[in-house]
Nanobody, 127 residues
Framework: QVHLVESGGASVQAGGSLRLSCAVS????????MGWFRQVPGKKREGVAA???????NYADSVRGRFTISRDKDKNTLYLQMDILEVDDTARYYC?????????????????????WGQGTQVNVSS
């Protein structure tokens, strides 16, 4: 039902910026708690940022102050603005959406199979 398509990943130098996009179909960004996760080979996937239905946000300690999650209701798109990128930010970034009737545990970086997931977009940061 809900489809998420990430875009915007690229190779950049440390200190640079990227904006990731997550195009949503089948529901609206304002009706779901949504978030961004990332994963590197050999490590578990971790929550990066999330936003509640009413616009509240939360971030992983490693990105707080550098990343900003937002949404555009008119475009039905979720964004992750990434500034002052670091080599450790290199990962595949995934957009996720929590079913609208669930209690928004995604705000704490919790993963469940019931979430909708995109295919991911690769971010490479070089020194």
């Amino acid at each position: 039902q809900v489809h998420l398509v990430e875009s915007g990943g690229a190779s950049v130098q440390a200190g640079g910026s990227l904006r990731l996009s997550c195009a949503v179909s089948g529901d609206t960004v304002s009706n779901m708690c949504m978030g961004w996760f990332r994963q590197v080979p050999g490590k578990k996937r971790e929550g990066v940022a999330a936003i509640t239905r009413d616009g509240g946000t939360n971030y992983a300690d490693s990105v707080r102050g550098r990343f900003t999650i937002s949404r555009d209701k008119d475009k039905n798109t979720l964004y992750l603005q990434m500034d002052i990128l670091e080599v450790d930010d290199t990962a595949r970034y995934y957009c996720a959406a929590e079913l609208s009737w669930l209690p928004c545990t995604i705000i704490y970086g919790v993963e469940y199979d019931s979430y909708y997931w995109g295919q991911g977009t690769q971010v490479n940061v070089s020194s």
